[in-house]
């Protein structure tokens, strides 16, 4: 029996996925568990499996389009079987670039009268979207779809323009057969508030426009959600780095293969268990306190970031989490991870130090209720016993949520934690 192929949620913030590479072609058998795409998703590249026997019968979405959650990129079934009734617009799919110019718009026409339209895809610019071509599918019924176009904007639409006096006959749809839908009337809506501000056009070749990444996008999405509804408040120490510094170093000089930053694991994982109150998230009407200690550890991409996880990093050993953090850094780089490798951790940790940055703020990644920023460790003049000396320093910053932790309680763990920096022989 034939069956739709739908586009996967891969991870627990995937929206969207832009399918890299088809493994199968059309006419190609099928069996469960192979590999039939790579996706990429808002985290990382993963291999997309099949969950049923058959032939590849149509491949609906192409390489290089972004496809919403949940809508149809292929169809499986029997070698000749008619599966032309599964077949429908993957409705969600953000359609490459065209090269023809935008036609004018037309007044709405009953749907039994209209020819078929290409569906739209915005440009780059977010200026009027422009028409795709779109080949016929061979065999699907119109009959069935010509109700669903008897209108050119779908309910939501049609009350969103009607409420901030929208010309739909201005616009041109990037749903499915070119109909109108929601988003279509905030980009109108975001457009006209804009206009008055609009800066002046550059002459080609002064401005390059980027597409964003799913990754990028969803980092804009989620750092909004993030930093505008959860209060931020923030924590500053300056840590006497001398004998943290120098540990390291002779940990280095015995040839083992740690970083500055996997001993600031170890010792963050030692004092989160220390701490519960800030190993915890907010919850609504409550708040939680995880017992087990995740620490996410950002790791910088081309085009963003990730935050692989490792477990229960308090009870691991530094030459545990040195081994974990470079795999798993080595992976988020290859866009490998695995889902279950960068989600659930309990507290983060952003460091910048190794690019020369002294001192910043991070931004919470939700669910989490807080997250440490770590600067370099510099050279600078200490006052001792009335005298000047040279020393080394590093400053951290906590940001916490404020629903979860209060000031005191963000020190009392900043304080816990600058003793085992300054004393590394106290990080259990």
Do not use: C
């Not at 010792?267 to 268990?273: D, H, I, N, R, Y």
């Not at 290859?334 to 983060?348: C, M």
């Amino acid at each position: 029996m034939a069956s739709r192929v739908v586009m996967p949620k891969l991870s627990d913030t995937m929206e969207e996925g832009r399918i890299l590479r088809w493994l199968k072609s059309e006419g190609d058998k099928v069996e469960t568990g192979q590999t039939l795409a790579e996706v990429e998703t808002d985290k990382a590249t993963v291999e997309m499996e099949a969950y049923t026997n058959g032939v590849i019968r149509k491949l609906v979405a192409r390489e290089g389009e972004t496809i919403k959650v949940g809508s149809l990129i292929a169809v499986v079934g029997g070698a000749d079987e008619d599966v032309s009734a599964l077949l429908e617009p993957a409705a969600g799919a953000v359609a490459p670039e065209a090269a023809p110019a935008p036609a004018p718009p037309r007044p709405p026409r009953p749907a039994a009268a209209a020819p078929a339209r290409p569906a739209a895809a915005p440009t780059p610019s977010g200026g009027p979207a422009r028409p795709v071509p779109v080949a016929p599918v061979a065999g699907l019924a119109h009959d069935a779809t010509a109700a669903s176009r008897a209108l050119r904007a779908s309910p939501l639409a049609l009350r969103m323009a009607a409420e901030a006096g929208v010309d739909l006959n201005a616009l041109r749809g990037s749903g499915p057969q070119g109909r109108i839908v929601k988003r279509d009337i905030e980009a109108a809506i975001a457009k006209a508030s804009s206009a008055p501000q609009a800066a002046p056009s550059l002459p080609a070749g002064e401005v390059q426009e980027i597409e964003l990444s799913s990754m990028r996008r969803t980092i804009a999405k989620r750092l909004v959600q993030s930093k505008a509804p959860v209060p931020h408040f923030y924590l500053t120490v300056d840590v006497a780095a001398e004998r943290l510094w120098d540990a390291y170093r002779a940990l280095r000089d015995e040839n083992y293969p740690i970083t500055l930053n996997d001993v600031i694991i170890k010792a963050v994982a030692s004092a989160l268990k220390r701490h519960p109150e800030i190993n915890a998230s907010f919850a609504g009407d409550r708040v939680k306190q995880y017992a087990r200690v995740h620490v996410g550890l950002a790791v910088a991409l081309e085009d963003g970031l990730i935050t692989p996880v490792i477990r229960d990093a308090d009870s691991k050993s530094l030459t545990e989490i040195a081994a974990e953090a470079k795999a798993l850094a080595d992976r988020a780089r290859s866009r490998r991870l695995q889902p279950h490798e960068y989600t659930g951790a309990t507290f983060s940790i952003s460091n910048l130090g190794m690019m020369g940055i002294d001192e910043f703020s991070a931004i919470i990644n939700p669910p989490e209720g807080a997250i440490l920023a770590v600067g370099s460790v510099r050279e600078a003049p200490v006052v001792e016993n009335g005298q000047v000396r040279a020393g080394r320093r590093m400053k951290l910053t906590l940001s916490v949520d404020h629903r979860v932790a209060d000031g005191a309680q963000g020190a009392r763990f900043l304080g816990t934690l600058r003793r085992m920096l300054e004393n590394p022989l106290l990080i259990a």
